[in-house]
């Protein structure tokens, strides 16, 4: 995450929204994201067919004019599954960014507030990013047992070493800052100064990092189900439906790879745009 | 510079230990009892209880911990609770095999990203750079598993060409070679979009620098300037990608392992999580921990080697 | 690099890619190479109970006994005759003479003794010791005889001494290597030795050039015709498929996706065996759940499901809808079980549903005092079970019932179901006579587990027991056929469908055929042979 760490001390404001809308890249990103969510939003009314409807007579059939994108070996429409699925897949990232974001930045205050749990909370994010996150994700599944919410957990708990270390280092740096000095002096209290002073100063690279996260933790979670551990059948989870799809590529490839594709226009999406936030928020690497 | 050596190899064991707690702690909260799984579906009571003493699962979690720690400094990491056989063995085994993919796969992976790196900063806003840096950011959000089945699908299928499961021999046997070539493709190509756009931003803030400035402005010619003085700073960064990176080549391994049947660490961690085979998931995550962990101290080591102007007391 | 230096590396890079794309260099002469989804844990015969492992035994031991391809006739093993004794508690075995171990020791009474004491005794903790259970005493007479004591009569010893776990063993062998008999060396008196073993990768076993004393059933006696047998651990079905079919890899191999088959017949270069294995899935109810205590739900259940659907759409008509809890390939079926079972009647099946309470609600889902009609169905994930759990939620949810599906890795399942949490369980069980399944699953002794349903019947368990010792045919045949009444009567499980195996091999494998015994498939590779 070193080119994040970059994103330090950002002018928010009309400055970095401008820049953000003259990102064509990042407006694309995120005019898709925002069709995405309408659909997942109103997925019972976009879609043509119910997700779960099985209908042996219709399998396996390759896209047509009844069937846009196919059906896969139960006679589901993939594009309505894909349509629904983009409700679990973003709930899946908000959910377990949002677990991340929250037991991350109170870590990274604690951390950076107290010295006495700066070393214990240190040394346990050393201890989780020791391992790869995926297998640290497989082990919590493995303890609470595969399921579309222990995934959630696991992939939220996988997050929570970055939003951590963000946090405790512009803690670190902002309490030393003069200003909040002088605010100390004059009798404010930890968390005047954490509300006041800290969270706004980390507020710009938390969004960058949270955006990007947020990429990251639904290709996680689709990765959870491909191999079985996230979310369970007939839910139409775009990892669990490509692993479902993968037994037929060799006749119908388009089974496993249209939602495959959806994963990849979400974290494309996410992806445009935290790049787009990141530039936006942080001129220096803009010249 | 030895004090800080002593100090930074020192830092390493609470890490290590703290994550052999944490996998034990993980394990035991897990719902499923080994010894019926060791038992198989059809044995009666009393063979499962019997097998349960025998692992010495009736004991406290503490009092297993200890024993199981006290045996780990000693080179002994216990039986696998399926197969009986040593841990240490099966792991050092799927080590190997993870080792010859992850290698493989990150010489491939550097040997294409560095150079588009590299040109796609100095002819910044060019086409190839524009380009580039778009596949780049598209590969970087395409899930691996795709990526594998597609490779199987044309490799195999299509063409028929190339074996797509299992190690099939030692890597010095052509079979041994054939059955690395798509793995190792899957796993480094995953990799590429993240280590050619790091290499960029890297050259890119090199190039900034006053020194490189000053190069220009002396009149160096620009590829002296960039080979000189601007690729030996950028790649500094290169570098502790490549070690941090390393979490990310080990997890894309699982799902590499996965498609591809590849007996290695990540593929033998799932399968033995599944299993909920004690011993040899402590093992291997223990293994995958300590490689890390020293792949880190050896990449910080060298970068206060490469860095004169990080100073150590 | 300097430039100018490189010059070679273009021609030795294409050299190397031609080299790596060019047809296998491993076709080595008459190896088979088969491919499966998991590997065995071991091949020591008391510590394992999978079907994966048993194909292997077979392979590297011999049996006292063999049970014929018709899974009915008891022929010669290591004991060329047997003689039981009028009150069937004794039977005396004499061994084939010249018989050797890999390692070159002579087979003698003493280790036949020292193999079934090792087997029965709680100390070794083997999973199938209920396999010989009946038998009080083993002696060694002399060299070459073996006589086996029973407490009673016994129908079914011999099926369970020609079973693969009741393989014989080298007592030396199992003192010299401990702990590691079984995974890194093995001594048996089988066709083919032991060689290489690259755990969840291959098994490599060697063709054991002394071999002599192949059981009748094969045409070849010994030594096999294969050089090499390879089983390589090949997880997912598509790459099992692809190595398979385009023949980069391997050349035979029994787990092969169903919907691939009517692709895979018309193939020149494959040859697609279909045969029957005694075998049946089914739907258990754990009579400890209240949910599932009411027969009429139970019997709604049964009537709801479309059978016929879940064998022709999921597995391509590769097998038939079971009735009753009994493959009709094994002895003692029930004659009329078809008449009696529950046929396909969804309106039947909603009527016993209004009657017991359970209404429909707003969602088409059943309540009855508040509480949706929610069934959870544990099953492993993977063999088709996703599948088949998948068309059965759909069926169900027509009437009002909502399936929630409960996969879990095979290794985690038993635990789980040992707990008893499932409500209701899908699950299957190869069997080669009626005690083997209907014993097993139903006799209230054998609760929590394997009596998974916790049925008790006491007339039932008097039966069961009474048809492990009884002579007289006819009875044996009655007393089976009460059991099964009484079963599909309690309605204690929804039986769903008998599966047929496809053994898909390349052309050139000559001369294999498909031994239903344990769903084993590769019974001794004796008369197999590989052509070029």
Not at chain 3, 197 to 206: G, H
């Amino acid at each position: 995450m070193t080119e994040l760490t970059r994103a330090r001390d950002p002018r928010p404001g009309s400055d970095a929204g401008r820049r953000l809308r003259r990102d064509r890249a990042a407006m694309a990103g995120a005019g898709c994201l925002l069709v995405l969510i309408l659909a997942a939003v109103f997925a019972p009314v976009v879609a043509p067919y119910d997700p779960t409807k099985v209908s042996m007579r219709e399998r396996l059939q390759p896209p047509s004019p009844k069937h846009a994108l196919g059906t896969d070996q139960f006679g589901r429409d993939i594009l309505s599954r894909i349509i629904h699925g983009a409700r679990i897949s973003l709930t899946i990232g908000l959910i377990s960014v949002g677990i991340g974001l929250g037991l991350g930045t109170t870590l990274g205050l604690i951390a950076g507030f107290f010295r006495r749990a700066d070393y214990p909370i240190s040394a346990l994010m050393d201890v989780l990013l020791s391992f790869p996150q995926i297998l640290l994700a497989i082990a919590i599944v493995a303890a609470l047992g595969p399921g579309i919410f222990n995934a959630m957990i696991a992939v939220g708990i996988g997050t929570v070493p970055a939003f951590t270390r963000l946090t405790r280092s512009s803690a670190l740096s902002i309490r030393e800052r003069e200003y909040v000095e002088a605010a100390r002096a004059l009798g404010a209290s930890n968390r005047r100064i954490i509300v006041r002073y800290v969270l706004p100063n980390s507020l710009a690279p938390l969004v960058v990092l949270g955006t990007l996260s947020l990429a990251a933790a639904i290709l996680a979670a689709a990765i959870l189900s491909f191999l079985g551990l996230g979310a369970r059948p007939p839910m139409p989870e775009w990892g669990a439906m490509a692993a479902e799809g993968r037994g037929f590529i060799a006749q119908f490839p388009h089974i496993a790879t249209f939602p495959s594709l959806a994963i990849f226009v979400v974290v494309l999406c996410f992806n445009l745009l935290g790049d787009g936030l990141r530039d936006a928020l942080d001129p220096h690497l803009r010249e | 510079m030895p004090v800080y050596v002593a100090r930074r190899v020192l830092l390493t064991i609470p890490t290590v230990l703290g994550t052999s707690i944490l996998v034990f702690l993980i394990l035991h909260l897990a719902p499923g009892d080994p010894a019926t799984i060791v038992a198989g579906p059809t044995a009666p009571p009393d063979v499962v209880a019997n097998i349960r003493t025998q692992l010495g699962l009736d004991q406290p979690v503490l009092v297993q911990y200890w024993r199981y720690l006290s045996h780990a400094l000693q080179g002994d990491l216990g039986r696998s609770m399926l197969t009986q056989r040593a841990v240490s063995e099966e792991v050092a085994v799927a080590f190997l095999n993870t080792f010859e993919l992850v290698i493989a796969a990150r010489i491939w992976s550097l040997l294409v990203a560095i150079p588009i790196g590299v040109v796609a900063a100095v002819k910044r806003r060019s086409i190839f750079d524009k380009l580039s840096m778009v596949a780049a950011l598209l590969g970087l959000s395409l899930p691996i598993f795709w990526i594998g089945l597609m490779a199987i699908w044309l490799f195999a299928f299509t063409l028929g060409w190339l074996p797509v499961s299992g190690r099939g021999g030692p890597l010095w046997t052509l079979d041994g070679l054939r059955h690395l070539v798509l793995p190792a493709l899957t796993l480094g190509g995953i990799q590429v979009p993240a280590l050619a756009r790091l290499t960029r931003s890297s050259v890119l803030e090199a190039l900034s620098q006053d020194y490189v400035r000053t190069a220009r402005a002396k009149g160096l010619a620009e590829r002296l300037v960039v080979a000189k003085h601007a690729l030996g700073n950028a790649l500094l960064p290169v570098v502790t990608i490549i070690g941090l990176q390393f979490a990310g080549l080990l997890g894309g391994a699982v799902v590499t392992e996965t498609i591809f049947s590849w007996p290695g660490l990540g593929r033998l961690a799932v399968t033995a999580i599944l299993t909920r085979d004690f011993p040899l998931v402590q093992g291997t995550i223990l293994v995958a921990a300590v490689t890390f962990v020293t792949i880190n101290l050896l990449v910080d080591l060298l970068y206060a080697v490469l860095d004169p102007r990080i100073k150590y007391a | 690099m300097r430039r100018g230096s490189g010059w070679w590396t273009g021609p030795v890079v294409a050299g190397l890619l031609a080299m790596l794309v060019a047809p296998p260099a491993h076709a080595q002469p008459n190896t088979l190479i088969i491919g499966q989804p998991t590997d065995a844990e071991s091949v020591d015969p008391h510590k394992v109970t999978a079907v994966i492992a048993a194909e292997r035994l077979y392979n590297l031991y011999d049996t006292l006994v063999n049970l014929d391809f018709d899974l009915e006739k008891i022929t010669p093993g290591l004991a060329e005759t047997w003689l039981v004794s009028p009150d069937g508690k004794t039977y005396t075995f004499a061994l084939k003479k010249g018989v050797k171990f890999h390692s070159g020791k002579p087979l003698t009474a003493h280790d036949v003794k020292f193999t079934l004491d090792r087997w029965r005794d709680p100390a070794t903790a083997s999973p199938t010791k209920h396999r010989i259970a009946e038998v009080e005493e083993i002696l060694a007479k002399d060299d070459h005889t073996v006589v086996l004591r029973l407490k009673e009569r016994s129908n079914y010893l011999l099926f369970n001494l020609a079973s693969g776990f009741a393989s014989i063993l080298n007592p030396e062998a199992i003192k010299k290597h401990g702990a590691n008999y079984g995974t890194l060396a093995v001594d048996g008196t089988g066709p083919f030795r032991f060689k290489e073993w690259v755990l969840r990768d291959r098994f490599v076993v060697e063709r054991n050039p002394d071999y002599t004393w192949g059981p009748p059933m094969f045409k070849n006696r010994g030594p096999a015709k294969l050089e090499r047998v390879v089983w390589r651990i090949i997880p997912e079905d598509t790459t099992r498929l692809f190595e398979l079919e385009k023949g980069i890899g391997l050349n035979v191999s029994r787990w092969i996706a169903f919907s691939e088959l009517p692709r895979l017949r018309k193939d020149p270069k494959l040859r697609v065996l279909e045969y029957k294995v005694g075998y049946v899935v089914y739907l258990g109810f754990n009579m400890n759940k209240e949910l599932v205590q009411d027969i009429r739900i139970r019997k709604a259940i049964n009537h709801a499901i479309k059978k016929d659907d879940i064998v022709n759409e999921i597995f391509y008509g590769l097998g038939a809808p079971a009735q009753g809890p009994l493959s009709p390939i094994v002895a003692g079926q029930w004659k009329d079980v078809a008449k009696a079972a529950y046929e396909y009647n969804p309106a039947k099946a909603r009527a016993l549903l209004d009657e017991a309470g359970w209404k429909p609600g707003p969602d088409g889902i059943r309540v009855k005092d508040g509480k949706r009609l929610k069934l959870p169905v544990h099953a492993i994930a993977g063999y088709g079970y996703p599948d088949t759990l998948t068309l059965i939620q759909a069926q169900l949810k027509d009437v009002g019932i909502d399936v929630e599906q409960v996969l879990l890795e095979e290794a985690a399942i038993w635990g789980r179901l040992k707990a008893g949490e499932h409500t209701i369980m899908a699950m299957g069980m190869p069997h080669s006579n009626p005690d083997e399944i209907l014993m097993f699953y139903f006799h209230s002794k054998n609760r929590p587990a394997p009596n998974r349903f916790n049925f008790v019947d006491p007339k039932v368990d008097q039966l069961l027991e009474e048809g492990r010792t009884v002579a007289d045919q006819k009875r044996w045949q009655e007393i089976y056929t009460e059991v099964q009444k009484r079963v599909v009567e309690s309605a204690v499980w929804a039986p769903l469908w008998h599966p047929d195996r496809a053994m898909i091999m390349s052309a050139k494998v000559q001369d294999l055929r498909p031994h239903p015994v344990y769903d084993v498939g590769y019974h001794k590779l004796l008369d197999v042979s590989v052509g070029r």
